[in-house]
């Protein structure tokens, strides 16, 4: 990262894009507290990341992208597992569990080992748990990734609903059109650093998003020079 | 049979070339399998016939199994690795066979099965051609068996042979570590196999080839066709794996039954009334109260689960039992009470790696308020639970077994050795994480404990029991009944101390452990200069302080300590030798004790030290 400076206005739908390696997931890693910062400032609605950890995670569910999960566990066991580290009482995770596992349509992945489940299906579990604690923020690190279309759909409702209770969503995607159609504010970073900020429409400029960030993050190649013996 | 069927050969001979110029191991394990190859065909030519046949025998066996746990699925071509290969089934099962035999165990195994014909000599040109062919088809046997248990039982083998692996394992190294005891019945097993053992041999194939060779022409015959049949049915079994893993893409993995699972668990419903019934009945199964059980409910049936753990926990349980249980043969029953302090030591042990079998799966503990102390404690916990319950049981099975023998050492150092055995590993674990290659498919050949972790967890067990032991050895005699109090509440410490490390560990370097943890390949290390750099030692106090501490902490616990303890050694610079009688004893068990201090600091700050930045990805 290069002296990153990132706002998100709590209650809204925030998306973080970039090209690959542009430090998304390590941006979202600092703000989490899975990653050290060498210098700067955290703060997570009021809390500082950094000095009041505890309070930080309290309000804030975490889907982070590439980690492992406990792979022995079901999907429902990792879930009582979430809810007892959250401290949640017996019969709250009982309901909040259930509740979950039919919402997200995960009644296959509940049971079964997570070692043994779809990539979408562990998705869609790393999402339950971030739910689970009712955080006043979710930090999403490209949760639709491998997801069905319509498991997708109904996540987006999910997230929609979360977020006009108050709740804020920050999640990092490559996908310019679910920025589009779901996200209020977008953050465009390249190389360690916030290159755009803002409205989607603003930061879009009136012409498609995928065409402003290909502006703004620049090509690295056109594509249409050189593999003359594939396309002869 | 196209060339491209001996590609796979070529790749594993890539392989094995570089792993000979990059690691000793191979190498050396190479020498001594040649030394035993060597005395078994020394005994070839002098040897009984019958105990040559099942020690060639057992050496196949072992060629096929021990790869299981001595890291022999590594640097393997696998079926998976064709799979998107245009390379039929049969070539491809043929090309992957091809490139088992390339390596240590096939060459080794090859020469020492060489013994057959050479003790067939004694029966004419004939008997030695046959006896050849034989050795021949029961190495192909071994080559077969070999890579499909590696493949099978490797991977998807699930806690059957994860559990048969770690009691095989168990068993090997403890006739080993018991050989004093079993040496006489070696002794008299080599001079000739018993009659009743005898009896049964014509079932055993390794006694076929020399059967074949030295019996009527007729029965030789049906006996090599056996081979040849058997070698047939291992050759078919191995072609089915291979064809399932090109088309299906696994071989097989036995999954839990997801809908008998769910029916059972998915009982509640959204609108259920919380009450105590509807919670026992939730998805999940029952969870106790709060984070630190919510961890140790992960762990204990992760140990239920995870191939690995079972093997561990199997190996320890076999092998403690065996170092105390075996020296019976030799009608000695001092060690018979030590059974569960013996397995909880192996068990604490094996808990030195644990946190590299589950890669990254810290990151949830870690973003969770108080995470990290109930990640620590719920470790700590799981432990045991799982081991207290069997130490106990083979101790009283022990005392039962051994009723002469005085249990008193015994019982008062096993609470001692479960408190540090808790505890210590967890922080042995999370200094030293070795993460292994899959963490959601471990085969039995990913080890991710190492000699340190090991040296530290089963030394900190071995420095708490050196207390209540203590009193017993050179305690007043009317004091002796203390012995147990003392063992408890050194384990108390024990595990006090473990929690202390291991919440210190996380709570400065919790993003470390975990960056560690997704490290599939050797993490860089900090570079220390190899000659005097005073800016250096300025700005890496700490580090400078771990080396000296690590490089001095020996000195008060050998020669200071344990060599005045043990062998009673004096001289000029020896500090307890310029006393005498219980104070001589007092001071050498303190220098044991500042030694074990130094290099526990030592690791402390060495485990702190500022780490390179990775380069970016």
Same mark, same amino acid.
């Given at each position: 990262?290069?002296?990153?400076?990132?706002?998100?206005?709590?209650?809204?739908?925030?998306?973080?894009?970039?090209?690959?390696?542009?430090?998304?997931?390590?941006?979202?890693?600092?703000?989490?507290?899975?990653?050290?910062?060498?210098?700067?400032?955290?703060?997570?609605?009021?809390?500082?990341?950094?000095?009041? +950890?505890?309070?930080? #995670? !309290?309000?804030?569910?975490?889907?982070?992208?590439? *980690?492992?999960?406990?792979?022995? &566990? /079901?999907? =429902?066991?990792?879930?009582?597992?979430?809810?007892?580290? +959250?401290?949640?009482? #017996? !019969?709250?995770?009982?309901?909040?569990?259930?509740? *979950?596992?039919?919402?997200?349509? &995960? /009644?296959? =992945?509940?049971?079964?080992?997570?070692?043994?489940?779809?990539?979408?299906?562990?998705?869609?579990?790393?999402?339950?748990?971030?739910?689970?604690?009712?955080?006043?923020?979710?930090?999403?690190?490209?949760?639709?990734?491998?997801?069905?279309?319509?498991?997708?759909?109904?996540?987006?409702?999910?997230?929609?609903?979360?977020?006009?209770?108050?709740?804020?969503?920050?999640?990092?995607?490559?996908?310019?059109?679910?920025?589009?159609?779901?996200?209020?504010?977008?953050?465009?970073?390249?190389?360690?650093?916030?290159?755009?900020?803002?409205?989607?429409?603003?930061?879009?400029?009136?012409?498609?998003?995928?065409?402003?960030?290909?502006?703004?993050?620049?090509?690295?190649?056109?594509?249409?020079?050189?593999?003359?013996?594939?396309?002869? | 049979?196209?060339?491209?069927?001996?590609?796979?050969?070529?790749?594993?001979?890539?392989?094995?070339?570089?792993?000979?110029?990059?690691?000793?191991?191979?190498?050396?394990?190479?020498?001594?399998?040649?030394?035993?190859?060597?005395?078994?065909?020394r005994y070839g030519l002098y040897g009984d016939q019958h105990t040559l046949s099942i020690l060639a025998g057992t050496w196949v066996l072992g060629w096929i199994v021990l790869p299981l746990m001595l890291g022999g699925g590594r640097g393997r071509v696998r079926p998976s690795h064709l799979r998107l290969e245009p390379v039929g089934i049969l070539p491809a099962a043929f090309g992957l066979l091809a490139a088992s035999a390339v390596g240590i165990g096939p060459l080794v195994s090859l020469i020492a099965l060489v013994s057959l014909?050479?003790?067939?000599?004694?029966?004419?040109?004939?008997?030695?051609?046959?006896?050849?062919?034989?050795?021949?088809?029961?190495?192909?046997?071994?080559?077969?068996?070999?890579?499909?248990?590696?493949?099978?039982?490797?991977?998807?083998?699930?806690?059957?042979?994860?559990?048969?692996?770690?009691?095989?394992?168990?068993?090997?190294?403890?006739?080993?570590?018991?050989?004093?005891?079993?040496?006489?019945?070696?002794?008299?097993?080599?001079?000739?196999?018993?009659?009743?053992?005898?009896?049964?041999?014509?079932?055993?194939?390794?006694?076929?080839?020399?059967?074949?060779?030295?019996?009527?022409?007729?029965?030789?015959?049906?006996?090599?066709?056996?081979?040849?049949?058997?070698?047939?049915?291992?050759?078919?079994?191995?072609?089915?794996?291979?064809?399932?893993?090109?088309?299906?893409?696994?071989?097989?993995?036995?999954?839990?039954?997801?809908?008998?699972?769910?029916?059972?668990?998915?009982?509640?419903?959204?609108?259920?009334?919380?009450?105590?019934?509807?919670?026992?009945?939730?998805?999940?199964?029952?969870?106790?109260?709060?984070?630190?059980?919510?961890?140790?409910?992960?762990?204990?049936?992760?140990?239920?689960?995870?191939?690995?753990?079972?093997?561990?926990?199997?190996?320890?349980?076999?092998?403690?039992?065996?170092?105390?249980?075996?020296?019976?043969?030799?009608?000695?029953?001092?060690?018979?009470?030590?059974?569960?302090?013996?397995?909880?030591?192996?068990?604490?042990?094996?808990?030195?790696?644990?946190?590299g079998l589950d890669g990254t799966a810290l990151w949830l503990p870690f973003t969770t308020p108080g995470g990290e102390r109930a990640e620590v404690r719920g470790r700590g916990l799981a432990w045991l639970l799982l081991v207290t319950p069997i130490a106990v049981l083979l101790t009283v099975a022990a005392v039962l077994v051994a009723p002469a023998t005085d249990p008193l050492a015994a019982i008062a150092v096993l609470p001692a050795v479960l408190g540090a055995g808790a505890t210590v590993p967890v922080w042995v674990a999370l200094?030293?994480?070795?993460?292994?290659?899959?963490?959601?498919?471990?085969?039995?050949?990913?080890?991710?404990?190492?000699?340190?972790?090991?040296?530290?967890?089963?030394?900190?067990?071995?420095?708490?029991?050196?207390?209540?032991?203590?009193?017993?050895?050179?305690?007043?005699?009317?004091?002796?009944?203390?012995?147990?109090?003392?063992?408890?509440?050194?384990?108390?410490?024990?595990?006090?101390?473990?929690?202390?490390?291991?919440?210190?560990?996380?709570?400065?370097?919790?993003?470390?452990?975990?960056?560690?943890?997704?490290?599939?390949?050797?993490?860089?290390?900090?570079?220390?200069?190899?000659?005097?750099?005073?800016?250096?030692?300025?700005?890496?106090?700490?580090?400078?302080?771990?080396?000296?501490?690590?490089?001095?902490?020996?000195?008060?616990?050998?020669?200071?300590?344990?060599?005045?303890?043990?062998?009673?050694?004096?001289?000029?610079?020896?500090?307890?030798?310029?006393?005498?009688?219980?104070?001589?004893?007092?001071?050498?068990?303190?220098?044991?004790?500042?030694?074990?201090?130094?290099?526990?600091?030592?690791?402390?700050?060495?485990?702190?030290?500022?780490?390179?930045?990775?380069?970016?990805?």
């Amino acid at each position: 990262m290069d002296g990153i400076d990132l706002t998100v206005r709590a209650g809204t739908f925030h998306g973080i894009v970039g090209p690959n390696g542009a430090g998304k997931s390590t941006t979202i890693g600092m703000a989490v507290g899975l990653v050290v910062p060498d210098a700067g400032e955290i703060t997570i609605l009021g809390h500082d990341a950094v000095r009041d +950890r505890a309070g930080a #995670r !309290a309000v804030t569910g975490v889907l982070p992208d590439g *980690l492992d999960l406990p792979e022995r &566990l /079901t999907g =429902a066991e990792l879930l009582r597992y979430s809810a007892g580290l +959250r401290g949640l009482s #017996r !019969a709250a995770a009982a309901e909040r569990v259930t509740e *979950l596992i039919e919402v997200l349509g &995960l /009644t296959k =992945a509940a049971a079964t080992p997570l070692a043994d489940c779809s990539t979408g299906n562990r998705k869609k579990v790393g999402l339950a748990q971030a739910l689970l604690h009712a955080p006043r923020l979710l930090v999403l690190d490209e949760p639709f990734e491998a997801v069905d279309p319509v498991s997708a759909a109904s996540i987006r409702r999910v997230l929609r609903r979360f977020v006009d209770s108050g709740g804020t969503v920050v999640l990092s995607t490559h996908s310019m059109m679910l920025v589009e159609q779901s996200c209020d504010d977008v953050t465009v970073i390249h190389q360690g650093r916030v290159v755009a900020a803002g409205t989607v429409a603003e930061v879009a400029g009136g012409i498609p998003l995928e065409d402003r960030f290909v502006e703004l993050v620049g090509a690295e190649t056109s594509g249409t020079d050189g593999l003359a013996w594939l396309v002869r | 049979m196209s060339t491209v069927a001996f590609t796979p050969a070529r790749m594993r001979a890539s392989m094995f070339q570089r792993s000979l110029r990059e690691h000793p191991g191979p190498a050396v394990a190479g020498l001594c399998g040649l030394l035993a190859a060597g005395w078994l065909i020394r005994y070839g030519l002098y040897g009984d016939q019958h105990t040559l046949s099942i020690l060639a025998g057992t050496w196949v066996l072992g060629w096929i199994v021990l790869p299981l746990m001595l890291g022999g699925g590594r640097g393997r071509v696998r079926p998976s690795h064709l799979r998107l290969e245009p390379v039929g089934i049969l070539p491809a099962a043929f090309g992957l066979l091809a490139a088992s035999a390339v390596g240590i165990g096939p060459l080794v195994s090859l020469i020492a099965l060489v013994s057959l014909p050479v003790h067939a000599a004694r029966h004419g040109p004939a008997a030695v051609v046959v006896a050849g062919l034989g050795a021949l088809l029961l190495w192909l046997i071994g080559l077969i068996g070999s890579a499909f248990a590696l493949e099978a039982i490797g991977h998807a083998g699930g806690p059957v042979g994860a559990i048969a692996t770690g009691v095989f394992t168990g068993t090997v190294m403890g006739v080993f570590g018991s050989v004093w005891a079993v040496a006489p019945w070696i002794t008299e097993l080599l001079s000739g196999a018993p009659a009743h053992i005898v009896r049964w041999l014509p079932w055993f194939p390794g006694s076929w080839p020399l059967a074949a060779a030295t019996g009527p022409s007729g029965r030789g015959l049906l006996v090599i066709a056996g081979l040849f049949v058997l070698v047939g049915v291992f050759a078919l079994v191995y072609l089915a794996l291979v064809r399932r893993t090109l088309v299906t893409g696994s071989s097989w993995r036995p999954r839990r039954s997801a809908a008998a699972s769910a029916s059972a668990s998915l009982t509640a419903t959204s609108t259920a009334s919380p009450s105590s019934a509807a919670a026992r009945r939730v998805p999940g199964g029952w969870w106790g109260r709060g984070p630190v059980w919510a961890v140790t409910g992960r762990e204990l049936r992760t140990w239920g689960r995870h191939p690995l753990r079972l093997q561990y926990l199997a190996f320890a349980v076999v092998y403690g039992t065996l170092l105390a249980g075996l020296p019976m043969l030799a009608n000695v029953d001092l060690l018979v009470p030590w059974a569960g302090v013996l397995t909880a030591l192996w068990a604490a042990a094996m808990s030195a790696g644990l946190v590299g079998l589950d890669g990254t799966a810290l990151w949830l503990p870690f973003t969770t308020p108080g995470g990290e102390r109930a990640e620590v404690r719920g470790r700590g916990l799981a432990w045991l639970l799982l081991v207290t319950p069997i130490a106990v049981l083979l101790t009283v099975a022990a005392v039962l077994v051994a009723p002469a023998t005085d249990p008193l050492a015994a019982i008062a150092v096993l609470p001692a050795v479960l408190g540090a055995g808790a505890t210590v590993p967890v922080w042995v674990a999370l200094l030293r994480v070795r993460p292994v290659p899959d963490p959601r498919h471990p085969t039995s050949a990913d080890n991710p404990t190492d000699i340190i972790s090991v040296l530290v967890a089963s030394g900190a067990g071995l420095l708490t029991a050196a207390i209540p032991m203590a009193l017993i050895i050179w305690g007043p005699d009317d004091l002796r009944w203390l012995a147990p109090v003392l063992g408890l509440a050194a384990g108390a410490a024990a595990w006090f101390g473990g929690l202390w490390l291991g919440d210190d560990r996380l709570a400065n370097r919790s993003a470390e452990v975990l960056t560690a943890a997704g490290r599939r390949t050797r993490a860089p290390e900090a570079a220390i200069p190899l000659k005097w750099d005073a800016d250096w030692y300025r700005e890496n106090r700490a580090t400078a302080w771990a080396l000296v501490l690590l490089m001095a902490g020996w000195i008060p616990v050998v020669p200071q300590g344990l060599m005045v303890l043990v062998f009673d050694i004096g001289g000029g610079w020896i500090v307890a030798s310029h006393f005498a009688g219980s104070a001589r004893t007092g001071v050498a068990v303190a220098m044991v004790a500042l030694g074990g201090a130094m290099l526990l600091t030592g690791l402390v700050l060495w485990g702190r030290r500022p780490q390179p930045v990775p380069a970016a990805t």
